[in-house]
């Protein structure tokens, strides 16, 4: 099992990202998705997730109407677009595979997000 997130970087506020999670060996299409950050000396954050039919997006109020989550399943990825950003977005953003109980089973190693002026 893989999941590889990238589109970090660096942005002023503002600004834009387009984070995407590849992922393979494991049946994409079967499983809701999750997107989690982690701020710098923080904990674990939970911000998306969507359904394996990509239904019934879920956001964290804070990122609601800034962040869309989204995916593909014929291409196996996990995307999530971020508008506005924030610097108290600045976090390393994880994707993960949801197993039954919305429990994150299989994790990517991460894509930093900084947004600073």
């Known amino acids: 099992v893989q999941l590889v997130e990238s589109g970090g970087g660096s942005v002023q506020p503002g600004g834009s990202l387009r984070l995407s999670c590849a992922t393979s060996g494991f049946s994409f299409g079967g499983y809701a998705m999750t997107w989690v950050r982690q701020a710098p000396g923080k904990g674990l954050e939970w911000v998306s997730l969507?359904?394996?039919?990509?239904?019934?997006?879920l956001y964290t109020d804070s990122v609601k109407g800034r962040f869309t989550i989204s995916r593909d399943n014929a291409r196996s990825t996990l995307f999530l677009e971020m508008s506005s950003l924030k610097p108290e977005d600045t976090a390393v953003y994880y994707c993960?595979?949801?197993?039954?109980?919305?429990?994150?089973?299989?994790w990517g190693q991460g894509t930093q997000v900084t947004v600073s002026s």
């Open positions: 993960a595979n949801l197993r039954t109980g919305w429990v994150p089973e299989h």
């Open positions: 969507v359904e394996d039919n990509g239904s019934r997006p």
